[in-house]
C-alpha cells in the first residue's frame, strides 16, 4: 500500500475510462494512467508503483484484478458495487503464495503435494512420498474444472520487482521494452544477486525507479527470501510460509456493460452499446461514431441508443452467418451451431431476430428429453432487453418442445449473438408440460459468490414471468410469429408450476 494508505492501481483495455472513473471516485490513486484518462478525469501523471492491476483478459467479457491481496480486494469490492450485475471469481490459493509442502503421492517425474488448504501437483518432482518441499503456486484454482499447480521455483513478490528461487536469470515485464531501461535494471540484479542462486523479474513500474529504490527493494526481499529458508527447519507440517498475490477475475454482463456506459458518459461521449459493441470487435466503428457526433449532438451520448439498434437492425438483415456464443457462469464460451436470419423485427425500443438453425448430429434435447436428429430445426428467438433466449425445436413441421434459456439481455451485432447464462432455465414439452430446470444450480451460483444478488434476483423474476404465461414464449414457424394463437396446441391441465424459489 502507498502513502498515507493509500492504494495505487493501474487500469488497461477496453473498459479503462469507466473503471478508471470508478476508481478514481472512490478515492484509488491511478498510476501509469493514459493520456486521455489524465485528460477525462484531470489527473497528472504518477509513476509509483502499484499494488494492484485492471485489465482486460483473452475473454473480452472479463476483467482481470492481480494485486496485493487487501487492496485488491478492495478494488473488486468498489468495481461490483458500481456494476452489480456480474459474475465473481477468485483464485484460491494465492498466485505466488510460498508453502511448506509434503509429497504425499508419487506419478512418474511429478508428485502430489499437500499445502495444508489444498492439494497440487509438481512437475517435474524429484522426491520422494513423505518429504518436505518449498512450493511456490504457479497456477492456482480460478474457475471450476482448473487444477492447481505448483514450483519449485517460487516467488518472492515486490511492488517492482520479484526474486525467483532456483532460477538465475533476469527477466522483463512485457512493458520494459527500452533497452537501456533494460541494461540499467540487469546491472542492479547482477550487482547484488551474481552467484546467489535466485533469479529477478523486474515489474513495469521498475523502468521508473532509481538505482536506490531498486537496490533498498532488492535487500529487502534478500532478507525475506533468507527467513522463508530458515522458518521451516522446525516445521514438518504443510504450512503457509507467505501471501501471495489476490488474482480474480469479474465476468461483465450486458447489464453491468451499460452501466459501464453511464458511467464513462460522466467524463467523455459515449453512444449506447459502446462496452458491448467493443467486446465484440467494433472498437474501430464505435471510436468513429463517437468522433463524428461530438461535435454534433449535444450531452455525453444519451438517447443515442435508437439509432444504434436501427444500425444493426439494417445490417443483420443481410447477414448470412451469425455466431452464437453462449457464456458459462464458470466463464466458459460455448460457440454454438451458427444461424441464419429468418426474420428481424425493429420497433422504438428493441430488436428481435428469429435465428433458424439445423441440427447436424443426432442425441437428446437437453432439458427436454426428446429425441434429437439430424435435419430438426431450431427457431431461436432472440430479443434485446430480454432476460431469455428461447429455442423451439421442430421436425417435418411437427412440435418437439421449447426450451427457454434464462440469461442476461443478449447483446447483437450484425454477425454475433451472445448472452450470459443464468443456470436455472424452463423447458415446454408437448402436451404444453412446463418444468423449471436447475433451480439448485442457480442457487448454488449464489451460495458461492459467484453471482451477485441483484443477478441471482434477476433470475429468479425472469422465471417467474416466463412461468406466468409460458406459451406466450413459443414461437411457430408456420405463421411466422410468437404467442399461443401462433397454432401450438392449447394447454391442457398442466398442473401448477412450482415457484423457483419457494
Request: hydrophobic letters at 35%; glycine letters at 8%; aromatic letters at 8%.
Amino acid at each position: 500500500m502507498g502513502l498515507g494508505g493509500m492504494v495505487y492501481v493501474r487500469v488497461r483495455g477496453i473498459y479503462s475510462t469507466a473503471v478508471s472513473k470508478i476508481l478514481h471516485d472512490e478515492g484509488f490513486k491511478l498510476v501509469e494512467a493514459s493520456e486521455k484518462i489524465r485528460e477525462r478525469l484531470g489527473i497528472e501523471f504518477d509513476t509509483s508503483p502499484c499494488d494492484v492491476t485492471v485489465k482486460d483478459t483473452e475473454n473480452p467479457d472479463e476483467l482481470l484484478i492481480v494485486g496485493f491481496p487487501r487492496e485488491a480486494k478492495s478494488v473488486v469490492d468498489s468495481i461490483i458495487s458500481k456494476l452489480v450485475y456480474v459474475y465473481k471469481w477468485e483464485a484460491k490459493p494465492e498466485l505466488h503464495s510460498v508453502y511448506l509442502g509434503v509429497v504425499v503421492e508419487k506419478r512418474g517425474d511429478q508428485c502430489i503435494v499437500d499445502i495444508g488448504e489444498a492439494k497440487g501437483v509438481l512437475i517435474p518432482c524429484r522426491e520422494s512420498e513423505g518429504s518436505r518441499v518449498i512450493v511456490g503456486v504457479k497456477h492456482p484454482v480460478l474457475k471450476p474444472g482448473e487444477n492447481l499447480v505448483l514450483t519449485k521455483n517460487f516467488r518472492i513478490v515486490g511492488k517492482r520487482l520479484a526474486l525467483i528461487h532456483g532460477e538465475s536469470k533476469v527477466s522483463f515485464s512485457e512493458h520494459i521494452r527500452e533497452p537501456e531501461v533494460k541494461a540499467r535494471l540487469s546491472a542492479i540484479a547482477a550487482s547484488k544477486l551474481m552467484g546467489c542462486g535466485v533469479g529477478v523479474h523486474f515489474r513495469s513500474s521498475s523502468r521508473y525507479a532509481g538505482v536506490e529504490e531498486i537496490t533498498r527493494e532488492i535487500n529487502s526481499l534478500i532478507e525475506e527470501y533468507k527467513s522463508i529458508l530458515s522458518r521451516v527447519e522446525g516445521f514438518r507440517e504443510p504450512l503457509k510460509i507467505r501471501d501471495g498475490e489476490f488474482l480474480g477475475i469479474i465476468g461483465l454482463t450486458s447489464l453491468a456493460k451499460l452501466k459501464l456506459d453511464e458511467i464513462r458518459r460522466g467524463v467523455s461521449f459515449t453512444i449506447d452499446y459502446h462496452h458491448s459493441l467493443k467486446s465484440m470487435g467494433y472498437s474501430d466503428l464505435v471510436d468513429f461514431a463517437e468522433d463524428v457526433l461530438t461535435p454534433v449532438l449535444n450531452g455525453r451520448g444519451e438517447n443515442t441508443g435508437l439509432g444504434v439498434l436501427n444500425y444493426i437492425y439494417k445490417s443483420i438483415r443481410n447477414t448470412e452467418r451469425v455466431d452464437i456464443y453462449h457464456i458459462k457462469p464458470t466463464g466458459e464460451v460455448l460457440k454454438l451451431q451458427p444461424g441464419r436470419v429468418l426474420k428481424a423485427e425493429f420497433n422504438s425500443s428493441e430488436l428481435l431476430i428469429i435465428l433458424e438453425r439445423y441440427m447436424r448430429t443426432p442425441g437428446v434435447y437437453d432439458g427436454l428429453g426428446v429425441e434429437k436428429k439430424a435435419g430438426d430445426v431450431d427457431y431461436m428467438v432472440v430479443k434485446t432487453g430480454s432476460p431469455y433466449v428461447v429455442h423451439n425445436y421442430y421436425r417435418g413441421g411437427n412440435w418437439l418442445g421449447t426450451y427457454i434459456n434464462i440469461n442476461t439481455p443478449p447483446e447483437i451485432s450484425s454477425t454475433i449473438v451472445k448472452y450470459h447464462d443464468l443456470l436455472i432455465d424452463i423447458a415446454i414439452t408437448p402436451p404444453n408440460e412446463v418444468k423449471i430446470i436447475d433451480v439448485e444450480e442457480l442457487e448454488s451460483l449464489y451460495q458461492r459468490g459467484a453471482i451477485t444478488r441483484e443477478l441471482y434476483e434477476y433470475a429468479v423474476k425472469a422465471v417467474r414471468e416466463v412461468v406466468a404465461n409460458p406459451l406466450d414464449y413459443v414461437y411457430n414457424p408456420a405463421r411466422n410469429q410468437l404467442k399461443k394463437d401462433a397454432g401450438v396446441p392449447e394447454p391442457g391441465q398442466r398442473g401448477r408450476v412450482e415457484d423457483p424459489v419457494a
